[in-house]
């Protein structure tokens, strides 16, 4: 039979070894003579460059061989192998389409190598789930699968920038084990019923010096952002020092977790006594690492010294340049103390194992040290906030002024690092956090904290910067607002109803539903009859009706509604009363007076605060979802304010996990193959991956 292969192919004689692509206009070689001549290579060719042709003809091809066969041999086809099917999904069909969008959500999601649609047991399982389903190459989906889905997601996130009216953005540099540098970009903001958002809009790799404004000012223009937008930058000790330079009226914070690392890193490494302490730890680790046996001597000590307890513990080692994993070292050795006394008393041990003075020391650094590590995992959070970083510094430096009593090396320790948190925190020529506006309004609009943890000189400097911050912010957006809108006119009823008579029934049926304010002199409102619609006539649709412009027909309307029916329909109305404010505030309020701005900030600075120590950042957003009506002006500040992360860890951690997406398998992917899978592994789990 004739193959489909020849309608893409021609030749100048039926016997030339050569064959022309009529798609490209490739030379292909069919064989060395007329008896080895095979289509093999047209088939590969086609299925390499030209995917989807080529799978539309060989579908159509098999379903005309299907017809065309007899019918007995179709019969001892079907008794031979029952449970063959010669119909295929087409590749552009609605059923392959979805098949094809899970395979690349679950590459990107779970961090697999694109070579994973090649393995037998992928294709097996996939082959078992839908028989139909022909399994693309691997150009398929790095070619058109993966440019896709990065587009559609793009388009979500898209859209949700559009509610974003002030963003704070977070930097950072990562590199792979291959030595491939990325940069990171994200952004961050509250909605207007403070959920957090924030997703990674920038991830590329960074070829030489990289310009961080550079990369910095093409994705905002890639994501249609504009810089008046940006409200913060949280960025990396390692990036660009001199990016504020160029964002002069954008708050720049540097990444606390960075800071407390070189401030704990600066008072561990200047001690001979605690880095020799820690090579220590690192040597027992590599011994009882490498000998089985010695794992097992150390094992069976535990068990006849914990005899009730199933669990069994061994050394670990730390990361160099990770103060915190140093710390879980020492930890994971106290753990062990009693174990490994025994165990160094029992064996002829080649390391050298701690001495009493060594076990002092660890105690005491582990005292030392146990606040600055509760802070790092505070702050190594995605959800912490900008306005927590000034407590924690004063909760560090109360705690080294409580600690007394240690030995001579944990005490120069604590010296040391009372005089880093000095010069990395409190440096007013560097960076002092009781000095930055952005710090110290952050803190007083978080209801945790308020003015608490401020001086009485101090707090009335803060609410000086509030009521400037908050009378800035408030013109800015009055000059973004056109004039007050016009509330549409309501049609008028067919007799010629009085605008101003008012209609009152029991009956939602009743067939005008009117306003009318005589009283309201300043205002002058009118508002016309409204007619009944036949679609739902009850009191509550006839006020939605009116939209969300009509905010002072809808306040006069749900006052009219009948007390039973308020009872009846309390949830609905009380949301519609929440739209109805918001209307109120953002399209049709006037200018606040600066002594209206000045009582609204005094009613929740001297409002007691929410001190109770569980109280996480999600109770914080929670609180001022639950007031930003009482509070419509300082809200619109918090939800700016509050939005800004402690730290660059979002980026950095993200980072991390993303480390299998350069695994061996992948090491010859291109730097957009690799960009686009990690701009969907950071955010696509944000949204129903399923549907």
């Not at 959920?195 to 961080?212: E, N, P, Q, R, W």
Request: net charge negative.
């Amino acid at each position: 039979m004739h193959s489909f292969v020849w309608d893409f192919f021609t030749t100048d004689n039926p016997g030339d070894q050569y064959a022309y692509c009529t798609l490209c206009g490739k030379k292909m070689k069919r064989g060395t003579s007329t008896r080895t001549y095979s289509t093999s290579p047209l088939h590969k060719h086609l299925a390499t460059h030209h995917v989807q042709p080529y799978m539309e003809a060989k579908e159509k091809f098999e379903e005309n061989q299907s017809l065309c066969t007899p019918v007995k041999k179709q019969k001892m086809e079907v008794a031979v192998k029952p449970a063959t099917s010669t119909s295929h999904l087409g590749i552009n069909t609605i059923k392959a389409s979805k098949i094809h969008h899970k395979i690349m959500n679950f590459i990107a999601i779970d961090k697999k190598p694109l070579n994973t649609i090649s393995d037998r047991g992928f294709i097996g399982l996939i082959k078992a789930l839908e028989p139909r389903y022909l399994m693309p190459n691997l150009q398929y989906f790095t070619e058109i699968m993966l440019p896709k889905s990065c587009e559609g997601l793009k388009c979500l996130i898209l859209n949700e920038l559009k509610c974003a009216h002030h963003i704070s953005m977070t930097t950072d540099i990562w590199t792979s084990d291959d030595k491939d540098s990325f940069l990171s970009i994200s952004a961050h903001w509250l909605t207007t019923d403070f959920v957090a958002k924030d997703y990674v809009l920038y991830s590329k790799d960074c070829v030489g010096d990289m310009d961080i404004f550079y990369c910095f000012q093409t994705m905002l223009n890639n994501w249609d952002i504009s810089l008046n937008q940006v409200h913060s930058v949280v960025k990396n000790h390692s990036c660009d020092r001199n990016l504020h330079e160029e964002l002069p009226n954008v708050a720049t914070v540097p990444c606390m977790i960075k800071l407390l690392e070189l401030v704990v890193q600066d008072s561990l490494l200047s001690k001979p006594e605690v880095t020799g302490l820690l090579d220590q730890c690192r040597n027992i680790y590599a011994h009882f690492n490498k000998s089985q046996s010695a794992r097992l001597s150390l094992q069976r000590v535990q068990k006849e010294l914990y005899p009730h307890s199933s669990v069994t513990i061994l050394p670990v080692n730390d990361v160099s340049v990770r103060w915190n994993s140093s710390y879980l070292m020492l930890q994971q050795m106290e753990s062990l103390k009693r174990s490994l006394q025994i165990y160094g008393a029992d064996h002829d041990v080649q390391c050298q194992m701690l001495t009493r003075s060594d076990w002092s020391l660890i105690g005491d650094l582990l005292k030392l040290l146990q606040p600055f590590f509760k802070v790092t995992e505070q702050l190594s959070t995605s959800k912490s906030m900008i306005s927590s970083i000034i407590n924690h510094v004063q909760v560090l430096q109360d705690h080294l002024l409580s600690m007394h009593e240690l030995v001579p090396v944990a005490a120069d320790v604590q010296v040391n690092l009372k005089q880093s948190i000095k010069e990395r925190l409190l440096n007013p020529s560097v960076f002092n956090v009781l000095k930055n506006k952005w710090l110290l309004m952050s803190t007083a609009v978080d209801p945790r904290f308020r003015l608490s943890l401020f001086s009485s000189e101090m707090k009335i400097h803060v609410k000086d910067l509030l009521l400037t911050e908050l009378e800035n912010y408030i013109t800015l957006s009055h000059d973004n607002t056109t004039s007050r809108p016009q509330i549409p006119a309501l049609p008028t009823t067919s007799n010629g109803s009085s605008p101003l008579t008012l209609i009152k029934s029991e009956k939602p049926t009743s067939s005008l539903l009117a306003l009318t304010d005589t009283n309201n002199t300043e205002s002058n409102l009118q508002i016309p009859a409204l007619p009944i619609t036949n679609n739902d006539s009850s009191p509550l649709a006839l006020i939605k009706s009116l939209g969300p412009t009509s905010s002072w027909a809808v306040t006069g309307l749900l006052n009219l509604l009948p007390d039973h029916v308020k009872e009846e329909l309390q949830e609905e109305v009380k949301e519609l009363q929440n739209q109805v404010n918001v209307a109120l505030h953002t399209e049709n309020r006037l200018k606040p007076k600066r002594e209206d701005l000045i009582k609204e900030i005094n009613d929740f600075l001297e409002t007691p605060g929410e001190n109770d120590p569980e109280t996480d950042e999600a109770g914080v957003l929670c609180w001022w979802n639950n007031n930003r009506f009482k509070l419509p002006n300082l809200s619109s500040l918090a939800r700016t304010l509050l939005a800004s992360p402690a730290s660059s860890i979002y980026a950095n951690k993200s980072f991390a996990e993303s480390g299998d997406v350069y695994e061996v398998e992948q090491t010859q992917l291109l730097s957009n193959v690799g960009e686009e899978l990690l701009f969907l592994y950071h955010n696509l789990h944000k949204f129903n991956a399923n549907e």
